[in-house]
């Protein structure tokens, strides 16, 4: 398995569905490097395949089995313990955000990185979170803060695959169509200002101005297509055939 990302050990898991779902989560965002510690209903677990569903289990195919949590984590240089509990340990506390970004830190500069998830009911225990060199704490509810094994599994994903994306976080889709050169929305300002002066729009003289710059500030303000700037433009002159016809 590539050792190029961390490895998410699943500690004492107690449901097949969980690790499967886990495993999905993991695929979402490019990790496959599973690890499980002392799987309750014993390994391989066809509930775990059948909620990985498909493509996922490969991820279930090459996970490692550990009887212990020092056994599972013996050849990673930082280990993260995801867990609300443990504040009475002196260790650095990370939102996912940091945890990844460091972990990524780390991995370039050669070292294996593990990150532990709890069992279901009690998450980490103690002696388990004693291992690791930092916590990974996730913003939640306070009021109800406990969070699925899968879903701590696909935060923490999220985040790495996040920290290495160079996907914008906004982007407008075009429907094969392009945006308007400013050219174009000028001149659609030209038509609809021609067209109001003639309805008496621009009422009284004296807020004319003030009226008209309104209107093309609100059409810069609004990311028009070359379709949007034509309808318009055919919208208009319907509204003059009618009229006039």
Known sequence: MTADQPAFVLVRPQ????????ARAMLNFGLSRMRLVDPRDG??????????????????????V????????ADCAYVFATTARGRDLTKPVMTPERAMEHAR?????????AVLFGPERTGLENPDIVRANALISIPVNPDFPSLNLAQAVLLCAYEW??????????????????LAPAIEVERLGDH??????EAGFFFPPTKAEGMKLNLRNLWSRMPLTRADVQTLHGALRQILRRRDG
């Open 66 to 73: 550990f009887p212990t949590v020092p056994e599972a984590v």
């Open 15 to 22: 449901m097949g569905e969980n690790i499967g779902a886990a």
């Open 161 to 178: 695959l996040r920290q290495d994306s160079d996907r914008a976080p906004e982007v407008l889709e075009l429907a094969g169509t392009a």
């Open 105 to 113: 830190a780390l991995i370039a500069s050669g070292q294996r990185v």
């Open 192 to 197: 609809f200002e021609e067209r109001l002066e």
């Open 43 to 64: 390994w391989p677990n066809p509930k775990a395949v059948a909620m990985a569903s498909g493509a996922a289990g490969r991820v279930l195919d090459y996970a490692g």
